[in-house]
């Protein structure tokens, strides 16, 4: 199912995941001035750091257009929780995006579903954006449970926020057997998922329509054009080609050819 839709910025989001250092960081901040920048009137572009990265991605990202962000944030927003990092945190750094229930939390950290939701409204509160995360696992798509896994995921969120919070959320789909795996599901059938998200949330208030839902699923700049041209995908999370500069400056470049259409 395809919708009809308004315009929806394209967006574009790095996951470094845990790499990086200092040195490797500035060259990466560098290519992303001098490489990524000139998409940044059409596309939205951001890399989400390592939580100790973030001063440095403040500095290398200042003015440039370019965001950054976390992967991950507390659900708490202060007190005796030893290694966390809370939202006001990050947004003391510039931070503007968090990956929120990304499928390696949810798979090595065990975070329910419910920690997500309190997660992403915790990111809210503090004027960041999150990155809401759903897919399935190899297993629920053979079983033909795809739709039904990410409507569960995506309505635990929903239903701990407000209309208006609700419509500062971004989504990513990430199919768990496509991360890291270098399998990535087809155009088609990353856009059934897609229809079926947007379906969902026009469902619970048409508002959410032009929410923009992100593919996150071993995206590369060879097979980036071909999913942006999708009617509802509108941009990508991005996990290892963004430790790339050459991968990460081909798939903004796809998605301004995109934008452009």
């Known amino acids: 199912m395809k919708m009809a839709h308004a315009y929806r910025d394209k967006l574009v989001v790095g996951n470094w995941k845990m790499h990086g250092n200092t040195l490797e960081n500035q060259a990466r901040f560098d290519a992303l001035r001098g490489h ?3 998409y940044t009137e059409t ?3 951001a890399v989400c750091v390592p939580f100790p990265y ?3 991605a ?5 003015q440039s257009g370019i965001s950054w962000g976390t992967q991950d944030v507390s659900p708490h927003a202060h007190g005796a929780y030893t290694g966390e990092v809370s939202a006001d945190m990050a947004r003391e750094f510039g931070a503007r995006y968090v990956i929120v229930g990304h499928s390696e939390r949810r798979a090595y950290h065990s975070e329910s579903a419910t920690e997500i939701a ?7 509160e503090s004027g960041l954006t999150p990155i809401v995360c759903v897919g399935e696992s190899l297993e629920e798509r053979e079983l033909d449970r795809t739709n039904d896994v990410v409507a569960s995921q995506l309505n635990t969120v929903l239903d701990s926020l407000s209309v208006y919070e609700r419509l500062q959320l971004v989504f990513a789909y990430e199919p768990v057997w496509a991360i890291g795996t270098g399998r990535t599901a087809s155009p088609a059938q990353a856009q ?6 947007r379906t969902l949330l026009v469902s619970r208030d048409r508002e959410l329509v032009n929410l923009s839902i992100l593919y996150g699923g071993s995206v590369k700049a060879g097979n980036a054009e071909n999913l942006f041209a999708e009617t509802d995908i509108d941009g990508a ?16 470049a796809a998605a301004h050819q995109a934008a452009q259409k």
């Open 58 to 62: 403040e500095r290398g990202l200042h």
């Open 54 to 56: 973030l001063p440095q």
């Open 237 to 252: 999370l991005v996990g290892g080609a963004s430790l790339d500069p050459v991968e990460f400056t081909g798939i903004c």
């Open 192 to 197: 059934d998922v897609h229809a079926h998200i």
């Open 118 to 124: 309190m997660k992403a409204r915790r990111a809210l």
């Open 43 to 45: 596309v939205k572009i």
């Open 36 to 38: 990524v920048r000139r």
